[in-house]
């Protein structure tokens, strides 16, 4: 299955925004604002395990994010700025690859969930606000 690079973006960046998290996530993206997602049918059931694993996940894309977004804000053509959110996309996609417990699949899965059940995303900012103070040394 192929993962579109600017599926991941728009729903990491709409996701960040409901939850209103300060991870530098929720900075514009070009197309986000006009993504429009489709309900998901029936909001999946999410254990606690598989949301931990998410949160952890979330946190190393948002870094990816941090460290990109200075670059494509920089960019100085728009071709430069397509390049470098294709290649932060992809630094996104491996950093959910790599996360133990989770598949990309299951993320974008919970991102679009959660943009349509606020618990949901009460209890991920909750795991990521738990995920980053844990990291925190």
């Given at each position: 299955?192929t993962?579109?690079t600017?599926?991941l973006?728009?729903g990491?960046s709409?996701?960040?925004?409901?939850?209103?998290?300060s991870?530098?996530?929720?900075?514009a993206?070009?197309?986000?604002p006009?993504v429009?997602l489709?309900?998901?049918?029936?909001?999946?059931q999410?254990?606690?395990?598989?949301l931990?694993?998410?949160?952890?996940?979330?946190?190393?894309?948002?870094?990816?994010?941090q460290?990109?977004?200075?670059?494509?804000?920089a960019a100085g053509?728009?071709e430069?700025?397509q390049?470098l959110?294709?290649e932060?996309?992809?630094?996104?996609?491996?950093?959910?690859a790599q996360?133990d417990?989770?598949t990309?699949?299951?993320?974008?899965?919970?991102i679009q969930?959660?943009?349509?059940?606020?618990d949901?995303?009460?209890?991920i900012?909750?795991h990521?606000t738990d995920?980053?103070?844990?990291?925190?040394?």
């Amino acid at each position: 299955m192929t993962i579109k690079t600017n599926n991941l973006l728009a729903g990491l960046s709409a996701v960040a925004l409901a939850l209103g998290l300060s991870f530098g996530v929720a900075q514009a993206q070009d197309a986000t604002p006009e993504v429009q997602l489709e309900a998901p049918a029936a909001a999946p059931q999410v254990d606690d395990e598989k949301l931990r694993s998410f949160a952890v996940a979330f946190l190393e894309v948002a870094k990816v994010n941090q460290t990109y977004q200075p670059q494509i804000e920089a960019a100085g053509t728009q071709e430069e700025q397509q390049r470098l959110q294709e290649e932060a996309g992809g630094q996104m996609i491996e950093a959910v690859a790599q996360s133990d417990g989770i598949t990309v699949d299951e993320y974008n899965t919970i991102i679009q969930a959660a943009q349509t059940d606020p618990d949901l995303a009460q209890r991920i900012n909750g795991h990521i606000t738990d995920a980053a103070n844990g990291a925190t040394e």
